[in-house]
């Protein structure tokens, strides 16, 4: 049980610590309407934003559909499942 703590620790900060090196590095809030937009996505739907900077930045301002679709909807719901996770855990150990 001692890996579930490092695992829930890397699955919250491990997205928003990379979104902070690419922000070093290069422009990623590009990819974004404002840099409000950028920072509450950075809060609260962190894969999401990942997966929408790399979407932007590679469909060249193509339509989302395809591979890229299904790339958001996994982002969406691995931000939705690291919420979420934490919450039925608490009420099994209860």
Known sequence: MEGCCLFALIALLGPRVFLIVI???TNWYDAFDSRLVALLGWFFLP????AWMYIYFNSAGHQIQGGYLLLL??????DIGVF????RAMKRKW
């Open 47 to 50: 894969y999401t934003s990942l």
């Open 23 to 25: 922000w070093i590095l």
């Open 84 to 87: 979420s996770g934490g919450g």
């Open 73 to 78: 909807i996994i982002g969406v719901l691995a």
